[in-house]
């Protein structure tokens, strides 16, 4: 059975959030939308939102370092927010592996909320139903666009690729390969919910940088570069304007 999944590289994650901006365009402007914002600019803002970049500092001074983590709904195989939906409007598509919500059932009881461990669910206060992340499913079988645009909206997004959008249950797909090659792993994996979504984790590399590395030698104010004027050149100052 295909499993569509999101792979994020911690490796080179920037914490640009570009994945949260694209996302909520996305989808605000799509068939999850709208998604509504209450003070967003306020110190306790609120809204909807299906990717979040959590931030973290890890370490002890002077020895730290910052870890920028995207999460989002991990589309598990084991979804606990489906069982415990009253009305069934919490489904996991057999073809793909893609949990989602029907809006037309979703009564905003906040139940898989509560079941979600991850935190991925959000209730829409504006339509009273929970929303999570699509993995784009209105977008990755659009036939209308190029086939290298049917992507998920935060894949596309990304600066550093650190996102991968592919089947994990294809071991010759590319987010197979990068699990398989590079150590991915599952977030919280003991809680038996078995996650498709993977992170790649932060690889520590070692480099010493010279002083003579840190010269540029195209630097354009070196002496034989930068020509110095005369005491003959016209300078600004000497110019008329009419």
Known sequence: MTQLALIID??????????????????TSGSAGPMSDFNMYDQDPTGTFFNRVQTYEVG???????????KSCLHC????????????????????????????????????????????R????????MKKCTLCVDRIYDMDLPEERRQPACVLACPTTARLFG????????????IREQGGYQLQPEWGTNPANHYLPRRKVKSSVSK?????????????????PSDSDVTLEDSSWI
């Open 10 to 27: 911690l490796n080179v994650c920037v914490g640009c959030s570009a994945c949260v901006t694209s996302c909520k365009e996305w989808n």
């Open 167 to 178: 089947d994990v249950h294809d071991p010759d797909s590319e987010v197979s390969i990068a």
């Open 212 to 228: 003579e590395d840190l010269t540029r030698v195209d630097n354009p104010l070196k002496d034989e570069h930068f020509n110095k």
């Open 122 to 129: 959000e209730i829409d206060e504006e339509q009273k139903v």
């Open 77 to 120: 195989e084991e979804p606990p927010c489906v069982p415990v939906c009253p009305t069934g409007a919490s489904y996991k598509r057999k073809q793909d592996g893609i949990v989602l919500v029907d809006y037309d059932k979703c009564i905003g009881c906040k139940y898989c909320s509560w079941a979600c461990p991850y935190g991925a």
């Open 60 to 70: 002890e001074y002077p020895n730290t370092e910052t870890v920028h983590f995207p």
